[in-house]
């Protein structure tokens, strides 16, 4: 019983990040008809705000170790520290928090660029055209992390106060022993806070109104004289901060690399296709699903049924899915078809 | 574009019978010192200069280790050319060495990138041999890419100093005789670790491994187990994981009410530093369980990882081969020229590339030629000292470098950003010997 | 295109591939890139490139799992290696034939989709084969090390013939060693027949039908005209062609690795096709060759080395050079491709073959554009 409570709640943090990763992609499929292969690289350049905000707050005063004399090995203390002393230590202690707000205005910047330098002349364009400039694109970005940062992973804690563990088995009746980090906790809460945002933001301001009538018919909501260009560049922006911030918080559990956005990057693909094409719930839903799906079958009870199982899983289901439901969960007919 | 020389490329020329043999057949035919009539793949011949190829990873996950890697390639290069303040050429005994390149012959090199995929260090490796025409080729960060590669230069008769790779095949089932590694692999891992856990944490704890699910992860849960089982331990359950699983939770959850009260990480890389990560967040190190302290293990470290993973590896056992806090004479003048010249030190990754160098260059020395059979004979059974880790001995039988493996800890209050690891014991070279025939496999033969 | 050539002109263009081709070792020569195993990989990712044209360049159906055909073909072949004897032969003809079998599977089942729904479905099915084996499927594919020969193996033919020597045996063509230039040579005549076959699949009725269907399934489907025998045909002679390349990597060199089935090769091929030209006969050629002188050339420069290229230059300059170079070269190679890819899609619409010949329009006929004529393009759109 605890081993399946817990599961679940690993399945849904994990399926919160498959989530959040996929929904940016879905709108910007959905509305722009844009096959992005940048979307992995965008999620990882959130993560290294974080990384970047971590580096200036943390800027110090370098005591040489005497002991060592043929290179600089010293101790650092951090300026912020020496100066506000526990105040200061707070902030760096709560970095990952702080660089959302440093982050939304970042990759809101970096969407409307892309969008506004690149990707719009290439909305008549072909699929095969977008999918290698935007591949490309996701490469020259890596590479300048690369050059800034290394390629080996840089820790990033989170919070002191929410480092360690909940005990949330004494909340739910299966006492003490059962555990769960508070930072994933916290992670769930968020994706389900951006979630219900981007649903609100499409389904009850005007803005969104639009937005989702140039998904179902673009040439329409362009004849009604209205300005669609410039919600596109919206939607995209909008989709870029999305990614950024399932970046930002997905620091402190995995220490982020320049490389980590071509791992999701074909995961997010899945997640999309098996939701169905141009639905928004159907990410969502099906990032959900297959992160919980992923955490059953890591268990080494399934795992002595069928071997190998947690490798292929997300791969099997969505053939299944994709043979069952010919335009995944909620997919509308006609879109990214031919 | 770089420099050729002509004659390099006879035997693979006329091997192939193309276009240029008629061409290449002119070249005359080179003896070297008169001793051998022999040719060989890639003999220098008359030329001033030899080719060293340095193969290792430059994009992709590893490639801060290969970077490391190829540093100190640079750094072995100068001081056999007698430039730089000469490193562990100074302190290695027996030597044979002079400081003026190898034979006489300055030393030259071609760097590629193994982009850690067997066959992209393949092609890039083939690339050293057939136009660069490299004498030894050296690098690798990962046991796969050490296996393909050492695979090849047996088929092309050109030798292969292993990098970093810890896998017991290496030198086990896929050893060839013209592939030699001075790494230490992961049945020593298990035999250096395993008093040291004894000690440490008692004879009676009930084990949980997860197991990064390709054969490096299956050979270290093996040692691991057999040494931690053979004190009294119970492994309570042992998982594989997928590599590049990214997020572990799945698999750390079932820890928590297992029982157990060790967890092994028989991980590396970024696997190591995102499940080790995950593990602490688990709470796992502050459980008590069976009234002991929950403790996790990690068979092999090394420096740049344990930077990965910042304070959760802080108070963690582990192995590693080299440490740059070592204090005998050959590892402190290692670590003094390659800080001098790169403003760091090195990592074990660096050291092991740097020693191969050395002693592949020395076996030249010995044999008096480049000829690949007699240079592996003076390989074969080599007994050296004043490179780190005390004496040590490439064994004829399997090319297996024996000497003392480091037991290190995660630094609680480093000194300083690098002074990340803690010698906890250098457990001797006895202890971590073992039969070649438990691993079977075979050499093969001097000359291809 | 539209319009059948004549088989005079068909042959022409074979005839000028040929020797192309079998030149590749003096005209590549100045560039650095003549050495046999990067010759060998242009003719065998030629040929895999050539073959994913045909299913995506005709059909407009994208395939992103291509690599599994590649990956069963190395391993059937290593395993007749291993099993039966070292003439590639029988290896490449098992590694093409199983390869297509597996395709027949695939297909089958991906075809009932369009769309990035068949893209997904054949990346699902490939990213599972990877990663069976990568871990479970070990005993067959030997993991993450990789499928070697070893002096055990049983070589039931050969060793009716001949003696086991004391080292590992090379592949052959009975007798003939098939490393080097001589692999070479092997690869370039099964690409220059790979390629004649792909010429006749574009200019046949069946390449007409093909290309019906990318212009329009619907109304294809509307006709009567059942598409799916069709696409499933393509489909599997794409996944031979793959099959086909992997056994011949497997020929030149008796290794075969797990990741040669990882989802980042089958984006290769795809990223090679577009860059290219997707839809020409020459095009997917283009770019794969591109593609592995970068990955195998631009890695290798080290500053050693640019020093040397830029010796010429007076000292600072030189310094200042070698140091902006450097960037994108060595273990900036990676950067270099990324601008190339978006350098040429952005410029080139449709890659280099398809930009070529639009400036080549561009310089020579400017009056047909000015009447709207609108040239063939092979491209896809939804």
């Keep these: 019983m605890d081993a399946i409570f817990l599961q679940i709640l690993n399945g849904l943090d994990k399926g919160g990040a498959y989530a959040l990763i996929a929904l940016g992609l879905t709108l910007v499929f959905g509305t722009l008809g844009v096959v992005n292969f940048a979307h992995g690289a965008l999620f990882m350049m959130g993560a290294f705000c974080v990384v970047t905000l971590q580096k200036v707050l943390t800027i110090a005063k370098r005591v040489k170790d005497p002991s060592v004399t043929f290179f600089d090995a010293y101790k650092e203390q951090p300026y912020l520290e020496i100066w506000f002393g526990d105040t200061g230590r707070a902030i760096i202690d709560y970095v990952v928090p702080i660089s959302i707000l440093l982050a939304i205005p970042i990759m809101l910047i970096v969407g409307v660029a892309m969008e506004r330098g690149l990707i719009r002349y290439f909305y008549k364009r072909a699929h095969a055209d977008q999918i290698l400039v935007t591949f490309g694109l996701a490469i020259v970005l890596q590479e300048i992390i690369k050059s800034f940062f290394g390629a080996n992973p840089i820790p990033v804690s989170a919070p002191h106060v929410v480092a360690g563990s909940a005990a949330i088995g004494s909340l739910v009746g299966l006492g003490d022993a059962v555990v769960y980090p508070w930072w994933r906790l916290i992670y769930l809460l968020f994706s389900g806070v951006v979630i219900f945002g981007v649903f609100a933001f499409l389904q009850y301001t005007t803005y969104g109104m639009v937005v989702r009538a140039g998904m179902a018919d673009r040439e329409t909501v362009g004849l009604l004289g209205i300005n669609i260009q410039r919600r596109f560049t919206i939607v995209f922006g909008l989709a870029t901060v999305v990614a950024g911030l399932a970046g930002v918080m997905y620091t402190p559990v995995l220490p982020p690399d320049y490389h980590m956005g071509m791992e999701f990057l074909v995961l997010s693909f899945v997640v999309v296709v098996v939701g169905g094409m141009g639905s928004l719930g159907g990410a969502v839903t099906a990032g959900f699903l297959l992160g919980v799906l992923q955490s059953f079958s890591s268990m080494t009870e399934v795992k002595a049924i069928i071997p190998g199982i947690d490798q292929i899983i997300i791969y099997l289901v969505a053939v299944v899915i994709l043979l069952v439901r010919p335009r995944g969960l909620m997919g509308r007919k006609g879109v990214m078809e031919s | 574009m770089t420099k050729r020389i002509i004659p390099v490329t006879r035997r693979g020329v006329l091997k192939g019978g193309s276009a240029l043999a008629g061409a290449a057949a002119l070249a005359p035919t080179i003896f070297v010192r008169g001793a051998w009539a022999e040719d060989f793949r890639n003999n220098p011949g008359s030329a001033g200069s030899v080719k060293l190829g340095f193969n290792v990873p430059q994009t992709g996950p590893y490639a801060d280790e290969g970077a490391d890697e190829l540093r100190a390639y640079l750094l072995a290069v100068k001081h056999l050319n007698g430039e730089g303040d000469g490193g562990m050429l ?126 490096w992860g299956w050979t270290q849960e093996e040692s691991m187990r057999k040494f931690t089982e053979g004190f009294g331990w119970e492994t309570v359950a042992a998982v594989k994981t997928p590599v590049g699983a990214g997020d572990f939770s799945q698999y750390i959850t079932p820890v928590l009410n297992s029982g157990a009260d060790v967890l092994v990480l028989n991980h590396y890389g970024k696997d190591m530093i995102n499940s080790l990560t995950q593990a602490v967040q688990f709470g796992l190190r502050d459980k008590q369980v069976n009234g002991k302290q929950f403790e996790i293990v990690v068979p092999l470290f090394s420096r740049l990882m344990a930077q990965g993973a910042g304070d959760a590896i802080k108070g963690i056992l582990g192995s590693t081969n080299w440490n740059w806090s070592l204090q005998d004479e050959g590892s402190k003048a290692f670590v003094k020229s390659f800080g001098q010249e790169y403003g760091a030190p090195p990592s074990m990754a660096a050291h092991t590339c740097y020693v191969q160098t050395l002693l592949y260059a020395n076996a030249c020395e010995m044999a008096g030629t480049f000829y690949p059979p007699e240079v592996i004979k003076a390989l074969e059974g080599f007994k050296f000292d004043g490179m780190g880790n005390g004496p040590t001995e490439y064994r004829a039988a399997d090319h297996q470098c024996f000497k003392d493996v480091l037991v290190v800890r995660g630094n609680e209050n480093p000194s300083s950003q690098f002074d990340l690891l803690k010698v906890v014991q250098q457990t001797p070279r006895s202890q971590v010997e073992y039969d070649p025939a438990i691993f079977g496999g075979e050499l093969g033969p001097y000359k291809v | ?85 070292m003439n590639v032969l029988p290896a490449v003809i098992f590694g093409t034939v199983l390869a297509g079998l597996f395709a027949v599977l695939i297909g089958y089942v991906s075809l009932r989709r369009s769309g990035i729904y068949f893209s997904i479905l054949t990346l699902a099915f490939a990213q599972m084969s990877y990663n069976l084996a990568y871990s479970v499927l070990t005993p067959i594919t030997n993991g993450e090390t990789g499928l070697q020969l070893t002096q055990q193996d049983p070589r039931i033919i050969d060793s009716m013939f001949v003696e086991a020597g004391a080292g590992l045996p090379s592949t052959t063509l009975f007798g003939l060693k098939m490393s080097g230039y001589p692999g070479f040579y092997f690869c370039a005549v099964v690409l220059i027949i790979g390629f004649w076959i792909s010429l006749k699949i574009f200019n046949s009725p069946f390449g007409m039908k093909l290309k019906a269907i990318k212009s329009n399934q619907t109304r294809m489907g509307y006709t009567g005209f059942n598409t799916r025998p069709y696409l499933l045909v393509a489909f599997v002679i794409s996944g031979m062609y793959a099959g086909l390349a992997g056994s011949l990597m497997a020929a030149t060199d008796p290794l075969a690795g797990a990741e040669r089935m990882q989802w980042t090769a089958s984006g290769e091929v795809v990223l090679m096709t577009i860059l290219g030209g997707v839809g020409t006969l020459i095009g997917p050629l283009l770019g794969a060759g591109v593609i592995k002188y970068f990955e195998n050339i631009f890695s290798s420069y080290n500053e050693n080395v640019l020093h040397q290229i830029f010796a010429a230059l007076p000292d600072p300059l030189e310094d200042a050079v070698v140091a902006v170079t450097s960037l994108f070269v060595g273990e900036g190679w990676h950067l270099t491709l990324g601008t190339l890819f978006m350098v040429i899609v952005i410029f080139l619409p449709g890659g280099i073959v398809e930009g070529a010949r639009r400036l080549k329009s561009l310089v020579l006929r400017p009056t047909v554009r000015k009447y709207g004529f609108k040239t063939d393009q092979p491209t896809t759109r939804s």
């Design chain 2, 90 to 215: 100074n302190t290695m005994t027996p030597k044979s060495l002079k400081g003026n390149g190898i034979l006489g012959k300055k030393v030259e090199y071609v760097t590629g990138d193994t982009q850690t995929k067997s066959d992209a260090a393949r092609a890039s490796a083939k690339r050293m041999i057939e136009k660069d025409g490299v004498l030894m080729v050296t690098g690798g960060s990962s046991s796969g890419v050490a296996i393909a590669v050492q695979g090849l230069c047996q088929e092309m008769g050109i030798i292969f100093m292993a990098g970093l790779t810890h896998s017991n095949d290496t030198t086990g089932k896929d050893k060839r005789r013209y592939g030699f590694r001075h790494f230490f692999n992961a049945y020593m891992s298990g035999a250096a670790l395993g008093p040291v856990l004894e000690k440490e944490y008692g004879k009676e704890r009930r084990a949980y491994h997860l197991t990064a699910d390709y054969t």
């Design chain 3, 1 to 85: 295109m539209s319009v059948s050539p004549s088989p005079k002109k068909e042959l022409a263009t074979i005839a000028i591939f040929t020797v192309a081709v079998l030149a590749m070792p003096i005209w590549l020569a100045p560039i650095g890139a003549a050495y046999p195993d990067l010759l060998q990989k242009f003719a065998i990712f030629g040929i895999f490139a050539i073959g994913f044209n045909i299913l995506f360049g005709l059909t407009g159906y994208l395939s992103f799992g291509h690599a599994a055909f590649l990956g069963v073909g190395s391993y059937t072949a290593v395993w007749s290696f291993k099993l039966l004897t």
